[in-house]
């Protein structure tokens, strides 16, 4: 008997892994007024539609600007904790399943706020997780770039005794001029106290700093890297060693890294054999969660939904996970999958 076709709302979003999401850029302008007003934090837009007005951006650094300003509302663990929790409420909606989270500690510790504080209010909302909303997590700790090789060390050192909570140590903030080759020695230690690495590479900055990432910090993945495709040879070596690249659709719009979404070289990555995965970045600023993306470069790029399901697999296969833990969440692929043809 043919089912009724399925109505927008009743669409069910395919399970997928987060792999490149900051969690302060899923800083709401709601959560942000309320944390303001907790705090007695004066904030420089008198409402949240002002607040919104701010979100149009012409680069990177004209976000960064705003990501790092707004930051000023978060102060203690529990705001740190609130924002983990909006964020996971909002990703379980998303068919978020595991989520790889980075935050930017030398944002906090610049403003006086101490690390254990970020990481210990992260973390208790982490932990239940898994119990209240079905998501692993897992703590990807990012250095700042255009800030110095020293001060990435010294936040290396400071996090030392937090390190049961993180998994991975990355690369962010403005890309050009600061290339991955500055933070060669922090990286060598992270792995040395065997964390795994990641960079963001290729996003505003050029190719080479995508090959710097692979070959002077020895990074297990590297996030946007959407510029890897002006260069043929990189290309083939990320497609033979199936490096994954957490590609970030609505924030390269909104970065102007890529003018449409129509033009978003994502379906020409996936033609070269490369393990691409969709991400959300900076939701809150976006303009859209994980399963907004997979929505939107559908529509814009006409994605099938073998593809659609290509991408939520990689998601899977790109992450940290254990391989038991993989495997269960790739049978979910499956089960959805089948789910879906008979409706
Ligand atoms: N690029 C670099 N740094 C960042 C980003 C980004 O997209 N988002 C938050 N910090
Ligand atoms: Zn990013």
Redesign the pocket.
Known sequence: MASAPASPSAHRPLPKAELHL?I??TLEPGLAFALAERNGVTLPYATEDALRRAYSFTD?QS??DL?YALMAVLRTEDDFADLAHAYLARAKEQGVRHAEI?F?PQAHTARGVPIGTVVEGLARALDTAEQTYGISTRLIM?FLRDQSAASALETFEAARPHLDRITAVGL????VGNPPSKFREVFARAREAGLKCVA?AG?EGPAAYVWEALDVLGVDRID?GVRCMEDERLVARLAAEQVPLTV?PL?NVR?RVIDDLADHPLPEMLDAGLLVTVNS??PAYFGGYADDNFTAVRDALGLGAETLGTLARNSFRASFLDEATRARYLAEVDAHEAGAQQE
Request: glycine residues 4%.
């Open positions: 900051h302060e850029g990177l976000f960064l990501y980075f930017d990012c962010d903030s403005a890309e963001h996003e946007h970030c924030s970065l970045d900076d």
